[in-house]
Each structure stands twice: as structure tokens, then as C-alpha cells.
């Protein structure tokens, strides 16, 4: 079937760089697009899937942004992450047959689509997108230590801090601009992500933004004093 290219290929996309490794070749390249669906974007509240849905691909935000999270037997929902433009997910299904959280659009957002099993088999002939996935499998699991810590032992301001100053570096890392930027993800979804209430979020916003530190405007976020919130993570 003839994918939907509704998008540049990926030697015209800008997040090349990010999702593929330096040492691909052309023909890797090229058989790598062949495998990868673009499909219709989707909606802000739009689910790519929901827990228990077959686990068949992984998943590049091209455009927009992506929450992933949890539901327990109580109802109670648990964020699990925020993906950004040219960050990869999906990977914590690989060893199941059924998806284990649920994605969701916060805003308009477009994909790349990776079916398991064609880059199963891809990663057999060309090795350097075995290790790059690897080495994104890596980076989830040390988020996911560095989020425990975070949760368990710091403060609530320097647990925002610390997420503002996050965001602001994997912008920066995808050439987007990373001192004034707008949040998609709202204040009660941030609170649920750091452990915290959402009426000690949006306290916390308006500290900092009383203070200099940041200047908040709704979802539209600067941050004036990155030394300041550096500062404020650091501290116990």
C-alpha cells in the first residue's frame, strides 16, 4: 500500500539529525522511508492508541507535541511523558503485545509512524539504527531515574524549575526557540507529571513570575533568568 507522504521526506526534514543516525546511508535512508507511514495529523485530544491496544509500531513527533500516561484500577491517571518534535516513543510496549499507556495529542500534531516489524527486520541489515534506537531506549530509562529522583526528593519549585529548564533544552537541541515558548501541556498535567497539585503549579508559576525569574502569560512562557532557575533546581 502507498504511504501518505503528507510531509517532507526524511532528507528534507529539519529533526533528520535527530531521529537518524549520522552514519546512515543514502540507500538506508531511502529504505527506511519506505517502511514509514505519515498518516492525517491528529487533532489536540486525539489518541494515537490507548492501553491495550496492539503493540505494532513506534512513533516520531514531526509537529506538535504527545502525552503518554497510565491509568490504575482506581481510575487514576499517572503522566508518563511528554514528547516533543523529533522525539521518538512507544518504546516501553517492545517486549509486549498490547500498549501499556495511552498517547494523546495536546495540540495539532503529525507523525511518523515506525511499523515494529518492518524496523525489527530493518535494523538486522543496517546496525547504526539498531544502536540509535538503543541509545534512545538509554535516554528513556535515565529520564525515567532522573524523574524518581525528582519526585522523591526535591522540592516542589525546584521540581518546576527543573521541567522548565528541560523543555527549554530539548527545544534548544531541535533549533526551536528555547527562552520563549508555549507550554501544550496544562498546569494540571504538569502537576500530575512532577507529583504535585495543580493549584501548587500555578502558585509556583506565579512565584517565579513574581520573582523575575520567568514571565508567564498563559500557556506562553519566557524564561528571564535561566542561572536563577538553575539555582532553585539545585537546591534541595
Known amino acids: 500500500m502507498l504511504k501518505a507522504k503528507i510531509e517532507t521526506a526524511c532528507t528534507e526534514c529539519a529533526l533528520s539529525q535527530l531521529c537518524l543516525p549520522v552514519a546512515l546511508s543514502s540507500a538506508d535512508v531511502a529504505a527506511l522511508e519506505n517502511i514509514i507511514d505519515r498518516p492525517t495529523p491528529l487533532s489536540r485530544g486525539g489518541y494515537l492508541f490507548q492501553a491495550g491496544d496492539q503493540f505494532d509500531s513506534l512513533y516520531v513527533v514531526r509537529s506538535g507535541s504527545v502525552k503518554t500516561y497510565t491509568v490504575d484500577a482506581t481510575g487514576t491517571e499517572q503522566i508518563t511523558g511528554f514528547y516533543l518534535p523529533g522525539e521518538l516513543f512507544g518504546l516501553s510496549s517492545i517486549n509486549e503485545q498490547t500498549q501499556n499507556t495511552t498517547a494523546q495529542a495536546l495540540e495539532r500534531t503529525s507523525l511518523c509512524i515506525l511499523p515494529y516489524h518492518d524496523l525489527d527486520g530493518l535494523c538486522e541489515t543496517v546496525p547504526s539504527l539498531a544502536r540509535q534506537i538503543m541509545r534512545v531506549m ?70 517565579f513570575h513574581e520573582d523575575g525569574v520567568i514571565k508567564v502569560n498563559r500557556k506562553q512562557v519566557a524564561l528571564l533568568d535561566k542561572a536563577a532557575l538553575q539555582e532553585i533546581c539545585d537546591s534541595s
Do not use: W
Not at 535515565?142 to 529548564?165: G, I, M, N, Q, Y
Open 138 to 207: 538509554s535516554n528513556e530509562i535515565r529520564d525515567d531515574h532522573a524523574l524518581l529522583t525528582l519526585v522523591s526528593k526535591k522540592r516542589a519549585e525546584s521540581r518546576l524549575a527543573t521541567f522548565l529548564l528541560s523543555i527549554s533544552a530539548r527545544l534548544k537541541k531541535r533549533k526551536l526557540p528555547d527562552e520563549e515558548f508555549q507550554l501544550s501541556m496544562s498546569r494540571s498535567d504538569i502537576g500530575n507529571y512532577l507529583g504535585l497539585a495543580e493549584e501548587t503549579v500555578s502558585r509556583m508559576f506565579t512565584r
